[in-house]
């Protein structure tokens, strides 16, 4: 059963690794009746000899091939990525999937340019948080290509032993980079890089959708949605407290004499006003 574990693990099925399969450990291997009760019964009908040729052990489960594995993954990851247009839900249900992708991955970092802002989101052992971008995710925003490093020594860091780092790239330029770390340097190998690059491009294609929906319902100057937005979204909270028979409540805000503002100091100085107000 290590055999076929072994194999399924080189061919990329991440599956055996993840349940624990790849280990000489013969208690990773034992089925309740085949390796316990039937060579029990067998000693007792057949002596020592009967016992030794009666019995089997844990069947190993294998996914399919590496091939379908990705486009069952990519599919996924699709379905994911198509539920939100707001960049932190998008990362966040990013992050979720690949995790399920690659299992051994014990912390995943999101480093994506938010105009012009470099933002680290980060699931770690099924946490998410928002992480601080220091040079590390600088680092990895220089990787002009997938690189899969299988025996890493980090000072920072010395529980890592493997890593990859897959750089988001649209239309030519960089504008983010996804980030695996495992603390077993048998984790990734070139499989799972090609699996993990192939959610980076998916990922790459979202993260500008998300900017460009941005771009269309957020005002640039105070960082608040637009009118139109505004007028789409009070419609839809009028329709549910319609069908839920709820109610709901808009609050208003106005800026007094900020004519005069503009008057008196300048356009700047009013721009300045409703950034900070916003």
């Known amino acids: 059963e290590y055999g076929h574990a072994l194999v399924a693990d080189k061919l990329g099925d991440p599956l055996p690794r993840s349940q624990g399969r790849v280990t000489l450990n013969p208690l990773a291997h034992i089925d309740p009746i085949g390796t316990l009760v039937l060579p029990a019964v067998a000693f007792f009908v057949g002596g020592a000899i009967?016992?030794?040729?009666?019995?089997?052990?844990?069947?190993?489960?294998?996914?399919?091939?590496?091939?379908?594995?990705?486009?069952?993954?990519?599919?996924?990851?699709?379905?994911?990525?198509?539920?939100?247009?707001?960049?932190?839900?998008?990362?966040?249900?990013?992050?979720?999937?690949?995790?399920r992708a690659l299992p051994l991955a014990e912390r995943i970092d999101a480093v994506v340019d938010i105009d012009g802002a470099l933002k680290r989101y980060r699931l770690e052992r099924g946490e998410l948080s928002l992480a601080r971008?220091?040079?590390?995710?600088?680092?990895?925003?220089?990787?002009?290509?997938?690189?899969?490093?299988?025996?890493?020594h980090d000072p920072e860091r010395p529980e890592v032993r493997a890593r990859m780092t897959v750089p988001l790239t649209m239309y030519g330029e960089v504008t983010g980079a996804l980030v695996a770390e495992s603390s077993d340097?048998?984790?990734?190998?070139?499989?799972?890089?090609?699996?993990?690059?192939?959610?980076?491009?998916?990922?790459?294609?979202?993260?500008?959708?998300?900017?460009?929906?941005?771009?269309?319902?957020?005002?640039?100057?105070?960082?608040?949605?637009?009118?139109?937005?505004?007028?789409l979204r009070v419609q839809e909270e009028?329709?549910?407290?319609?069908?839920?028979?709820?109610?709901?409540?808009?609050?208003?805000?106005?800026?007094?004499?900020?004519?005069?503002?503009?008057?008196?100091?300048?356009?700047?100085?009013?721009d300045r006003a409703l950034r900070e107000i916003a």
């Open 50 to 99: 009967g016992a030794r040729i009666l019995g089997w052990g844990k069947p190993v489960q294998i996914s399919l091939s590496a091939r379908h594995i990705t486009r069952k993954i990519s599919i996924r990851t699709a379905h994911a990525l198509g539920t939100s247009l707001e960049t932190p839900a998008l990362l966040a249900a990013l992050l979720r999937e690949t995790a």
């Open 133 to 152: 971008a220091d040079a590390r995710a600088q680092e990895a925003l220089a990787a002009p290509a997938p690189r899969l490093d299988e025996d890493v």
């Open 185 to 231: 340097d048998e984790a990734f190998g070139p499989n799972q890089l090609r699996l993990f690059d192939a959610i980076g491009g998916q990922a790459a294609a979202a993260v500008e959708n998300a900017r460009l929906y941005a771009l269309a319902n957020v005002d640039g100057l105070t960082g608040l949605y637009v009118r139109r937005y505004f007028d």
């Open 238 to 270: 009028i329709e549910r407290a319609r069908r839920f028979g709820t109610s709901f409540a808009l609050v208003m805000l106005d800026l007094d004499d900020f004519k005069r503002l503009n008057d008196t100091y300048g356009h700047l100085v009013g």
